[in-house]
């Protein structure tokens, strides 16, 4: 049984991106599609579709390589974890990597990114960080 399916989620990604494959696919739930979303927004993925099977969704996710087939993530990782839950509020939520990097942040309006939680005002659980 998995535990923690957003720790998951981002194993998958960060094990495609190493391999340079060209898409995987991810278990589906609310927080890791906005999380998803975040990093296509950003411009760490290509793009991503929910297929639905049945009463199973699933996610499948488009990696972005530039013209050397260097992958777009340098790194991803997981924060806030089942043992040990990482809030931050909103002064500290500023910037990551001088603003190279991105926090997604799980507040009371939603999973958000860190410069979107800062612009707000409002801060929450970071639940991981990618650059």
């Not at 993925?45 to 992958?71: A, F, M, P, Q, R």
């Not at 309006?109 to 005002?121: L, S, T």
Request: hydrophobic share 35%.
């Amino acid at each position: 049984m998995m535990t923690d399916i957003i720790a998951d989620s981002l194993t998958r990604i960060r094990n495609a991106a190493q391999r340079k494959l060209e898409t995987t696919i991810l278990l589906h739930s609310n927080t890791i599609e906005a999380t998803v979303s975040i990093f296509v927004e950003k411009g760490y993925l290509e793009s991503y579709k929910v297929k639905e099977d049945g009463n199973k969704k699933t996610i499948k996710v488009i990696l972005k390589y530039d013209e050397h087939d260097k992958s777009a993530i340098n790194e991803i990782a997981k924060i806030s974890k089942p043992g040990r839950r990482v809030h931050q509020g909103k002064d500290e939520i500023r910037t990551f990597k001088n603003g190279y990097g991105t926090l997604v942040v799980s507040t009371s309006q939603g999973v958000i990114a860190n410069d979107e939680a800062y612009k707000r005002g409002i801060g929450g659980e970071v639940i991981c960080s990618i650059w």
